[in-house]
């Protein structure tokens, strides 16, 4: 407990090293709620980040957010930070129907882009976006779509207990309590691209193609729920959808902006299929298999807490009848707030257990942008992926895609 304590409290009030010369100077376009989880506090403890300047479409309330958060330089528009010389990186925080126009404009202008997510409000953008030119040049423009919890370390550690070919199942929700998402949130507004599916539900749908390795051939079925107002009924307050995958395994997704005020960690449940086991010690009429359950409570959020449990079904049967001898169960539970932790092929990446996934991501971001390897790493073809499934899934529930920008 008091371990847990002192790590919570690290991770929101970390140390402050002295920042380096050649450190990135970001600006941040809009003054959203997200930016202090999403680089302002993860940027305090990283000794290579400088937040420069921000801007916002109220000038008064950029002045109010930068004196909160020590931001020096605050600026008229947007354009005017993209344009800044001195400005190496965009975070963009801002409504989903602006993510596709500011990064087309802030990658031409030279700047690399750390976009929350989702990057863009349908495939169409993201075709345009991901085949930028620039960002295919050598030594080009870095372009990250903020998925931040796939860089924790109980992340890896998770998928190291399961074979991607393997898996029969997928179950994946969370949640948010319905205080924290009104109806006049952004998150419910259709023309700035909200929508549940969009928003929270956009983790569970990269969680299922991170666990399949693979692309869902087919959404079979996306039950949504809306508010039946005139005003929000283009966009889900909550969904549960299936999709069917190459291996013909099936993955499930649930998500909700109405969730209980008592709050429920986000949970992926893995079922594998049963795999035969070699045991010479069986006589030649018999076979040892074992299936396997793997569930990561806590995928979004892990640094508060986590657990992965594994639970491996074991029989002993005949081979013709299939009849079983006998049956055990063997359970384990694992964590891992480092790669060390973690172990696999990451265990020599360095961090601190307090770090939360924006700082992990951080991390592999300043990597990326001053041309050091990277250990992890979401490609822009992944993103295009990730924006497919999103479509497919809008496109069974009868609402219909989110608007396509007209900016060129």
């Known amino acids: 407990m008091i371990s847990t304590i002192n790590r919570l409290i690290t991770a929101f009030w970390p140390p402050e090293p002295e920042k380096k010369s050649g450190a990135i100077k970001f600006g941040i376009l809009g003054a959203a709620q997200a930016a202090y989880l999403g680089l302002i506090l993860p940027a305090k403890s990283h000794p290579e980040i400088v937040l420069q300047a921000i801007s916002a479409r109220d000038r008064t309330r950029a002045e109010e957010f930068a004196k909160k958060h020590g931001i020096p330089d605050v600026r008229d528009t947007y354009q005017d930070i993209i344009d800044d010389p001195n400005i190496d990186a965009i975070y963009i925080p801002l409504p989903n129907s602006l993510h596709f126009e500011w990064t087309v404009r802030a990658i031409r202008a030279g700047k690399h882009v750390l976009l929350e997510k989702p990057s863009v409000s349908n495939s169409t953008e993201a075709k345009l976006l991901y085949n930028l030119p620039e960002l295919s040049q050598p030594n080009g423009q870095v372009l990250l779509e903020a998925f931040h919890n796939r860089f924790h370390p109980a992340v890896h550690l998770f998928r190291s207990f399961i074979n991607p070919a393997d898996v029969v199942h997928v179950h994946t929700d969370s949640m948010v309590p319905w205080l924290m998402v009104g109806k006049d949130n952004i998150g419910l507004n259709y023309n700035l691209s909200g929508g549940c599916m969009m928003m929270l539900g956009g983790y569970n749908f990269n969680f299922l193609r991170l666990i399949f390795d693979d692309e869902p051939e087919e959404c079979l079925a996306c039950d949504t729920n809306i508010f039946k107002d005139g005003v929000h009924d283009k966009c889900d307050y909550d969904f549960k959808t299936k999709f069917r995958f190459p ?162």
Do not use: C
């Open 247 to 408: 291996n013909g395994g099936i993955g499930e997704a649930t998500s909700t902006f109405r969730g209980s005020l008592l709050w429920k960690p986000s949970e992926a449940r893995v079922t594998m299929k049963e795999v035969v086991i070699p045991d010479k010690s069986l006589p030649s009429t018999q076979e040892k298999v074992v299936s396997r359950q793997v569930t990561l409570h806590g995928f979004l959020n892990a640094v508060v807490w986590h657990r992965v449990d594994v639970k491996d079904s074991f029989v002993i049967r005949n081979k013709n009848d299939r009849q079983p001898i006998k049956k055990w169960v063997k359970s384990q539970s694992h964590k891992a707030y480092t790669y060390k932790e973690a172990g696999g092929e990451f265990k020599d990446l360095s961090g601190e257990d307090w770090w939360m996934s924006y700082r992990w991501m951080l991390e592999e971001f300043v990597n990326k942008v001053k041309g050091r390897q990277t250990q992890y790493w979401i490609s822009g073809e992944d993103s295009l992926k990730q924006s497919g499934m999103v479509d497919m899934a809008y496109e069974k529930s009868g609402l219909g895609l989110r608007p396509t920008s007209s900016f060129r």
